[in-house]
């Protein structure tokens, strides 16, 4: 028999703002478990690639893993 499998959250993102006050801008975006919304990072970048290419250092992946962390602590 097949075990069904926890579906996965999606991983930490750079997206453009919504914000029309900060538009031209890139955030990045963490998907948490139990919310509908995923969490912002408070920084804004001038390109995705900048975004994407913060995501892979190591300041954004503590960033990151500290959101998660936080996130699973307030449940």
Do not use: C
């Amino acid at each position: 028999m097949k075990k069904n499998k926890k579906p996965k959250l999606a991983p930490p993102y750079a997206a453009e703002t919504k914000d029309v006050r900060l538009a031209g801008t890139f955030e990045v975006l963490v998907p948490v478990e139990g919310r509908n919304k995923p969490h912002k990072v408070p920084l804004q970048f001038p390109s995705l690639k900048a975004a994407e290419a913060w995501l892979h250092l190591p300041e954004g992946k503590d960033e990151v893993a500290q959101i998660i962390e936080d996130s699973a602590k307030e449940k």
